[in-house]
């Protein structure tokens, strides 16, 4: 059983483009909604997290809203850039005793 | 350096042989994860480390797969009698934090391929 669902599995937007990554999940138990980013070769790494107290979080070009009663929460990358090409993961846990759990990724491929 | 650090980053097993993958974290970090990762896939959970304590190795497939963090800083994950299904990227990540809903700091992983 699938805890995260992650969608597109794929995704090609042109530069300068939003590029826009959808998760849902079904465990309510789950308080912290973070999202990785991985290139090639390399380990996944933090790029932005909420918690369910906000709906909304931007950091830079990066913005996560996040919508409680739906159980569900998006990835947007504004201006995207050849350089954000990689697979980005949703994932979730919740501060009780659920490890993050992960969604499959999607792979991002930003042209110019 | 100041990451988590995997070795090997390669490895290549005959089915049916024994596989040690090592990780290093980050010093003073609490916390130690385990995940695999399929190709084209996301991390699972394999197993979770507070200090020396195994607090859930609920992840773990089966009871060829064995892990230990015996001082509460180096870890080992060991695959007993490998097989084509164990071939994947094993992750270590590890956190400042004891919960879990810090910020998971990962190594590059250590890809395994069971001939």
């Known amino acids: 059983q699938q805890q995260v669902k992650q969608s597109p599995q794929s995704l090609i937007v042109q530069k300068g483009g939003i590029s826009i990554i959808n998760c849902a999940y079904e465990?309510?138990?789950?308080?912290?909604f973070p999202w990785y980013q991985q290139f090639p070769g390399k380990g996944p790494a933090l790029l932005i997290a909420i918690r369910p107290d906000v709906s909304e979080k931007k950091e830079g070009r990066f913005t996560i809203s996040f919508n409680k009663s739906a159980k569900q929460f998006s990835l947007h990358i504004m201006d995207s850039q050849p350089g954000d090409s990689a697979t980005y993961f949703c994932a979730a846990s919740s501060s009780g005793n659920t490890p993050l759990v992960f969604g499959k990724g999607t792979r991002l491929s930003v042209i110019a | 350096g100041a990451g988590v650090s995997q070795s090997p980053r390669y490895k290549v097993a005959k089915r049916g042989q024994d596989v040690a993958l090592r990780c290093d974290p980050i010093?003073?970090?609490?916390?130690l994860f385990w995940y695999q990762q399929a190709l084209g896939q996301g991390p699972e959970f394999l197993t979770y480390?507070?200090?020396?304590?195994?607090?859930?190795k609920s992840g773990l497939p089966s009871d060829r797969f064995f892990a230990e963090r015996p001082e509460g800083s180096v870890s080992t994950l060991k695959i007993q009698r490998t097989q084509q299904e164990d071939s994947a990227v094993y992750l270590c990540?590890?956190?400042?934090?004891?919960?879990?809903?810090?910020?998971?700091?990962f190594g590059e992983g250590s890809r395994l391929t069971v001939l």
């Open positions: 480390f507070q200090n020396e304590a195994q607090l859930d």
């Open positions: 990540a590890s956190s400042l934090q004891g919960a879990n809903t810090g910020e998971l700091f």
């Open positions: 010093s003073g970090h609490v916390s």
């Open positions: 465990n309510t138990a789950f308080d912290y």
